[in-house]
């Protein structure tokens, strides 16, 4: 841009000075004539002396040609311009592929010649033969001036800023050319004594800013990082420092301080957790109790409400009179009977085992054979319930467990499925190999499936999905619970889960059985 700047400026100096030599009665010839003067010699025209000022300073070539088709300049050898600019004006090649149009209007062109061969060198021992086609001024001084030739650059570029076109009187034709590369050869030697002085500066601030980061500042940093932990009760960090002066002794004393606090609120922390488990503790022992004597309460005031009521019945006169109505009282009082003392001595089992005061005596115990036992024991409520007990179970699998809890377990997830089967009257068991140590005992009732939350749920004392349902069959919401505990006591996992097994749905109970 400033290039282009320079070119327009000279056409504009170039126009005006042509100008007012055109009004004043000059032609282009005229004006290259030297003036001559016999106390200093030969003198170069003002305008030829402007034309080799342009080139010398701004490195501006200008060649011009009169109506006569007859060109000036400061070159004898100037026919590569001639015939370049010949070829703007008079062969239309401004629209040259090689050109990149900066700025045209009606008087002139401005272009990028990106392949520009350069002036022809000039030929020094030519003589000074006046005004023609190939002119030279050579300015002050002899034809013999070495001096002042030498200051006429040699320009030999990739690229040149040309202008081109007529002056205002439409008959001068000019050419102007100036080379980009100078611009391009500064820019790239400026970019890099920038950028080599640029990194120096750089390296010498951060080795600078190093070393007085580490003398200064950052013991400085260190203690304002351990006091923003310490303010927020991370003591982690310690002062290494090892100087005597108020910064070592103030490092020092924020060591021991840490230590001092960090004990302390340890020492609390320990406390504050302890009191809280303790709190927790008994909140929790007071809500068990509270919920087990609602739930003892709960399951044995039906029971004994039967009982005295059909008592009662039998003791008044008149409302039992007949033996089929009194054996049915009786049979109802005990049903309620015995419902009770099973849950009694679910009570007593399950606080047993919770307490840890329910000892193991683990024997190694056929699985089939237990499971078959269990099953026989269930054959008549099953037989008068019409249920499908299928059992999958091979007989060489042994278990290691305590015999009689294994049974409680089985038992409880019979007596389930037994109470939960639907209209399908559909049970299997059925076992899975969890690993080479654990066996898994599943036993499968069709039925309602649970969601998630109830399957947690199920293992809580006294919890039943279905209440109404549940007083029906007499069960006491310990089942599981007890099966829990056992699980727990055996060191095992139980569980739950819903499953489809032969296109029905349901519920499936497990249990893992050590068989190592």
Not at 124 to 140: L, Q, V, W
Not at 494 to 499: A, I, L, P, Y
Request: charged share 30%; aromatic share 8%; net charge negative.
């Amino acid at each position: 841009m400033k290039k282009k700047g320079i070119i327009k400026q000279s056409y504009y100096a170039l126009e005006k000075g042509i100008t007012e030599a055109y009004d004043m009665g000059y032609d282009l010839s005229d004006l290259f004539k030297k003036k001559r003067n016999n106390s200093e010699g030969s003198d170069e025209s003002n305008l030829s002396r402007f034309l080799r000022e342009l080139q010398e300073i701004y490195g501006v070539s200008t060649i011009l040609m009169d109506s006569n088709n007859k060109t000036y300049s400061l070159f004898q050898n100037n026919s590569m311009f001639d015939r370049r600019m010949k070829d703007y004006i008079y062969k239309d090649m401004a629209n040259n592929k090689n050109l990149k149009i900066l700025e045209k209007n009606n008087l002139y062109t401005i272009a990028i010649n990106d392949k520009n061969s350069g002036i022809p060198k000039i030929d020094s021992g030519t003589s000074d033969k006046g005004p023609s086609e190939y002119y030279e001024s050579e300015g002050p001084g002899t034809s013999n001036d070495s001096k002042r030739r030498s200051t006429i650059p040699l320009i030999k570029r990739d690229a040149d800023i040309e202008c081109f076109g007529f002056l205002s009187d439409n008959e001068t034709a000019f050419f102007l050319t100036i080379p980009v590369g100078s611009i391009k050869e500064s820019i790239d030697l400026f970019n890099k004594v920038l950028i080599f002085v640029s990194l120096v500066i750089i390296l010498i601030g951060s080795v600078a800013i190093y070393i007085i980061s580490n003398n200064l500042t950052k013991p400085l940093l260190q203690l304002s990082e351990i006091s923003k932990k310490m303010s927020r009760l991370e003591f982690e960090n310690k002062y290494d420092g090892n100087s005597e002066d108020e910064i070592g002794i103030l490092g020092n004393s924020m060591n021991e301080l840490s230590l001092k606090l960090e004990k302390a609120i340890k020492e609390l922390k320990n406390a504050n957790i302890q009191l809280k488990a303790d709190l927790e503790k008994k909140e929790q022992l007071d809500l068990m109790r509270q919920e087990f004597v609602a739930n003892v309460s709960h399951e044995l005031k039906t029971p004994i409400a039967l009982i005295q009521g059909y008592t009662e019945g039998l003791e008044t006169d008149g409302i039992v009179d007949s033996k089929e109505k009194r054996d049915y009282y009786l049979s109802v009082i005990k049903d309620e009977t015995e419902k009770m003392n099973t849950m009694v001595h679910q009570l007593l089992d399950l606080s047993a085992l919770e307490r840890g005061l329910s000892e193991l005596d683990i024997s190694r115990i056929n699985l089939n054979e237990i499971v078959s036992g269990v099953g026989q024991s269930f054959g008549l409520k099953i037989k008068d319930q019409n249920i499908k007990l299928d059992t999958d179970i091979p007989n060489d699998i042994y278990v290691w467990a305590d015999g009689y809890k294994a049974e409680e377990v089985i038992k409880n997830y019979l007596s389930n499925a037994i109470n939960h089967v639907d209209d399908n009257k559909i049970i299997k068991f059925y076992t899975t190999k969890i690993n080479e140590n654990y066996v898994r005992l599943n036993v499968f009732n069709s039925g309602i499936q649970l969601p998630d939350a109830e399957m947690i749920k199920v293992w809580e004392k006294f919890y039943k999905v279905d209440k109404a349902r549940t007083r029906s069959y007499g069960g006491t919401g310990l089942g599981l619970s007890i099966v829990k505990a056992v699980a727990e006591q055996h060191k095992t996992t139980c569980g739950c889960e819903n499953k489809e097994i032969d296109g029905h749905g349901g519920m499936v109970f497990y249990f893992d059985f050590p068989i190592r």
